[in-house]
């Protein structure tokens, strides 16, 4: 049946043939409709206007393969983590499609020299490879229905990872530097430094974390919660690796405890008996001298 495919491509004409077999060397099928595949590979930066007038880029399709990734991916993690409860098989999910290992599996499929897109672009490349590869997917679903994307996504992204390595990784440092602050008792605050759209009218943020009143990481990102998210990442590293620093946030949360401290001291016995006096709307002062009080000498 293969053999038979191939030899079609190959007697096909030779401006047709080469797309195909490039698309047939990633997908280990022909292609329907080619047309999906090469819009999957179209970056916004370079979007071409349809019959219609309406641009076209592999958005639309980034949008669908997202969502049937995530879905097939749950249904694996489900099915692998029988005894694990949502809270687990959520996180484990979220790793697995997380742009990292996205973009490392479109570069090994070879996608990144596939992709179409305008020079400026390049300098997001680690976000266009993942992309495209979400697109791709959803390519798969139009063109050949549900199974065939799962397949797809079985044999080129989950056979190429170790799960239950993953599922171990350490992803949402934003969680783990809070559970860190929250174990010793120290304040953990997020403050966007600035934001900006780049060259490519994508948005930037600038977000630092402070523990205490201790800057101790600087994060960017697409997203105040991708820059949070990064700006976590630092302040854990600089904790693991900096002992001094830490040293220095164990002695300022002892000067906050110690001011608290002083704040809340009892009260002198004579504040407590004014205190404790009954309150009444009127003052009444007793001028009388004292009897049997001997007058004291000059």
């Given amino acids: 049946m293969i053999r038979k495919i191939i030899e079609k491509i190959r007697l096909s004409p030779k401006k047709r043939r080469e797309p195909y077999l490039s698309f047939y060397k ?4 022909k ?3 080619i047309e999906y595949y090469q819009q999957a590979l179209l970056h916004k930066s370079v979007s071409k206007e349809d019959k219609n007038g309406n641009l076209s880029n592999n958005e639309r399709l980034e949008f669908l393969g997202d969502a049937i990734l995530d879905a097939i991916v749950a249904d694996i993690v489900f099915q692998k983590f029988g005894n694990k409860d949502e809270g687990f098989l959520t996180n484990t999910r979220s790793k697995i499609v997380q742009r990292e290992s996205l ?3 479109a570069v090994d499929l070879g996608l990144d020299k596939m992709i179409r897109t305008a020079a400026n672009a390049k300098a997001h490349k ?3 490879y993942g992309n495209a590869l979400e697109a791709f997917i959803g390519a798969i679903y139009l063109d050949r229905g549900f199974n ?3 397949i797809f996504i079985e044999q080129k992204i989950i056979e190429n990872l170790n799960i239950e390595k993953i599922a171990k990784k350490e992803v949402n440092f934003k969680s ?5 602050s929250q174990k010793y008792k ?3 605050t997020f403050e966007l430094i600035e934001s900006f759209t780049d060259g490519d009218n994508n948005p930037v943020f600038q977000t630092k974390a402070i523990l205490g009143d201790i800057p101790v990481g600087i994060g960017i990102g697409h997203s105040k919660k991708e820059s949070q998210q990064n700006a976590a990442k630092m302040s854990l590293k600089k904790i693991r690796s900096d002992k001094e620093l830490v040293e220095r946030l164990k002695a300022q949360k002892k000067e906050v405890i110690q001011e608290e401290e002083q704040i809340q001291e009892p009260e002198t016995a004579e504040e407590q008996i004014i205190e404790s006096q009954p309150e009444t709307d009127e003052i009444t002062i007793d ?7 001997e007058s004291e000498e000059l």
């Fill in 26 to 29: 990633i997908l280990g099928f």
């Fill in 31 to 33: 292609p329907k409709n």
């Fill in 103 to 105: 973009n490392r599996i």
């Fill in 126 to 128: 680690n976000h266009i």
């Fill in 148 to 150: 065939a994307a799962k």
């Fill in 176 to 180: 783990k530097l809070i559970e860190w």
């Fill in 186 to 188: 120290i304040s953990l």
């Fill in 287 to 293: 001028f009388s001298e004292p009897e049997n009080v």
